[in-house]
């Protein structure tokens, strides 16, 4: 993967939020938030929460006492994010790399993570940072895509879009 691949900056929080968010991350945000619910969730992690899907699938639906920090690598991203999400007192935004969480141990009832653990360079290290966080008998949440050739719909987006810009295809989605 391109290390370009883990930048999302400049348009795209806004093309990522208008466009890919209701046709790829929508359904399955809604789906993860319902799993937070059915568990303890006094205090959520969120990583790699990007513009904001999750945060705003599950932020309304959480008890006015429970903890709720979102957190992602970029902080374009979590500006957006902010900026569609009505403030909340218990709702808390913190730039912050998987791979290095700054926060103390065993503090979260949950941690989740909707399709961003393919963007960790080091797999290992982001699991270890979550277990290290999370309460004992916590639960790690976290959807990742297949490879491209299991996707029909990115395989087809991702090679239409290849003839457009040849000399540049987007290698997001693979
Ligand atoms: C495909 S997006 C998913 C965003 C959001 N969870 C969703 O479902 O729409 C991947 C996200 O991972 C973030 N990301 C990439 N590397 C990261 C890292 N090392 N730590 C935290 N977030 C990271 C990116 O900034 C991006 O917002």
Not at 60 to 71: A, F, G, L
Not at 125 to 131: G, K, L, M, Q
Not at 136 to 144: A, D, K, L, M
Request: charged share 20%.
């Amino acid at each position: 993967m391109q290390n370009l691949d883990k930048n999302f900056i400049g348009s795209i929080p806004e093309f990522y939020d208008t466009y890919l968010v209701p046709l790829i991350f929508k359904e399955y945000a809604d789906d993860l938030a319902s799993r937070v619910l059915a568990g303890t969730s006094n205090k959520i992690l969120e990583t790699a929460a990007g513009s904001g899907v999750v945060t705003r699938a599950l932020a309304n639906k959480i008890s006015s006492s429970s903890e709720y920090i979102v957190t992602d690598l970029n902080q374009p991203m979590l500006d957006h994010a902010q900026a569609q999400q009505p403030h909340r007192d218990n709702l808390t935004w913190q730039q912050a790399d998987a791979l290095n969480l700054p926060f103390d141990d065993h503090q979260f009832d949950v941690v989740i993570c909707q399709f961003g653990v393919m963007f960790f360079p080091d797999k290992l290290i982001a699991y270890s940072e979550v277990n290290r966080v999370l309460k004992p008998q916590g639960r790690y949440i976290f959807s990742v895509w297949d490879c491209i050739e299991n996707n029909v719909l990115a395989d087809l987006v991702t090679q239409a879009a290849g003839t457009v810009f040849p000399d540049d295809p987007p290698m997001f989605m693979s």
